[in-house]
């Protein structure tokens, strides 16, 4: 049985993509689980309100071919994802605009336009017991996770696992970071999400990516292809293995390999392609790993103190580019850590109070804000 499904796509021409989409999708089972009258939403990429060139939210092609594949099975199909920031129909609405959604809404899908929140207990949580989640996915009969292939600033990679960190509010999204500030604990808590609305199906857009400042200022990356999965973790394993990363560098994988969610080996997965005919040569990725190989783990006392100390020196940490800074007080709204303030148009990071979540560098509108690595953790990265 195939896991993971990969097709080439070259372009975002209409009839490209619903071919490539048809045949992504067949390998693991197409849409034959969908009958009439469901509701389906697609968790969308719409970190923010940019448009569709930019590589940073999923493409509005690719949301049209689905919702009409959808359509014509009878279901009623619900766009939706809770960008960073207000989640309010005003803010969510311009995001829906600035990335193309009109067109998903001229070919049958309702854009999400209720922002209530719930609570809810999760016992069966890892890391995360109880949480405060966008009200809308309680329509869904089933979920599509829709992501967008891009490097992350403070989780190596953004694919599917992350993807559906869109289902906290926006504006609870800071109160997540500053609750799980070790990387370690932030990926179990995703990973718990994606437990907890567990996608019927996750598809990744990866005609054009994102590498380098990313997973909203960086450079969009052609890469040709889509792909599909029904677990999340199996494609975001191919998907590192395809940009040259290890899981080891991606906490999300790192966790759902512990749980036994994927295995670490891409062998072990059963694709129905060469992976080799899909790699991403050079892809640039952001510099958070150097950190994470020494968050002060083990036993050992003194290997503990010693890589904690280790870990403060070599982490990578948050950096303003004064000549792109506008001062704008985005990044210091924003910081869960209240470690950003702006005096005299000047940007100031306490480093104490830092959590390096890097909210501040998604969320700059000037990519100004950028993952600084270390002189030393380049050269220990060498090693
Ligand atoms: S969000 Fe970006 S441009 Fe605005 S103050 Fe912060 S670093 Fe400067
Ligand atoms: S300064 Fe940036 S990286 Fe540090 S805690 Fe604040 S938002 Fe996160």
């Known amino acids: 049985m195939i896991e993971v499904s990969l097709v080439k796509c070259e372009s975002y021409d209409e009839k490209e993509v619903r071919t490539a989409l048809e045949a992504v999708l067949e390998p693991v089972g197409g849409l034959e689980w969908v009958r009439s009258g469901m509701t389906v939403v697609i968790k969308a990429n719409l970190v923010a309100g940019m448009s569709p060139d930019k590589a940073v939210t999923t493409h509005p092609v690719l949301l049209c071919e689905l919702t009409k594949m959808l359509k014509a099975k009878g279901a009623t199909v619900v766009i939706g994802d809770s960008p960073g920031g207000i989640y309010s129909h005003a803010y969510v609405n311009r995001v829906y605009a600035a990335a193309g959604l009109k067109a998903a809404e001229e070919c049958g899908a309702e854009l999400n336009q209720d922002f209530l929140q719930r609570d809810m207990e999760n016992p069966d949580g890892k890391v995360l017991k109880n949480l405060t989640y966008t009200a809308y996915l309680d329509r869904a009969d089933a979920i599509i996770d829709f992501c967008k292939l891009k490097s992350h600033g403070m989780m190596g990679m953004?694919?599917?696992?992350?993807?559906?960190?869109?289902?906290?509010?926006?504006?609870?999204?800071?109160?997540?970071?500053?609750?799980?500030?070790?990387?370690?604990?932030?990926?179990?808590?995703?990973?718990?999400?994606?437990?907890?609305?567990?996608?019927?199906?996750?598809?990744?857009?990866?005609?054009?990516?994102?590498?380098?400042?990313?997973p909203t200022a960086g450079e969009p990356r052609y890469m040709g292809f889509l792909?599909?999965?029904?677990?999340?973790?199996?494609?975001?394993?191919?998907?590192?293995?395809?940009?040259?990363?290890?899981?080891?560098?991606?906490?999300?994988?790192?966790?759902?390999?512990?749980?036994?969610?994927?295995?670490?080996?891409?062998?072990?997965?059963?694709?129905n392609a060469d992976i080799k005919d899909f790699l991403v040569p050079d892809f640039k990725h952001n510099a958070t790993r150097s950190g994470l190989q020494f968050s002060g783990r083990g036993n050992n006392p003194v290997m503990k103190v010693a890589s904690k100390l280790m870990g403060k020196i070599l982490r990578s940490v948050p950096k303003v580019h004064k000549i792109e800074c506008v001062a704008c007080g985005v990044c210091a709204g924003i910081c869960p850590a209240k470690a950003i303030t702006i005096e005299n148009k000047k940007v100031s990071i306490d480093r104490e109070k830092c959590i390096c979540c890097f909210c501040c560098q998604e969320f700059c509108p000037k990519g100004a804000m950028v993952v600084h690595r270390p002189i030393g953790a380049k050269i220990a990265g060498k090693l």
């Open 158 to 214: 953004s694919a599917a696992a992350k993807n559906m960190f869109g289902a906290i509010p926006g504006t609870i999204k800071p109160e997540y970071h500053f609750k799980y500030p070790k990387y370690e604990d932030f990926a179990d808590m995703i990973v718990d999400i994606d437990e907890l609305f567990k996608p019927r199906l996750s598809i990744v857009d990866a005609i054009t990516g994102m590498e380098g400042n990313g």
């Open 227 to 271: 792909g599909a999965s029904c677990s999340p973790h199996k494609l975001d394993r191919v998907c590192a293995e395809i940009l040259g990363l290890t899981s080891d560098s991606i906490p999300t994988l790192t966790a759902a390999i512990n749980r036994g969610l994927t295995s670490e080996k891409v062998e072990d997965i059963a694709v």
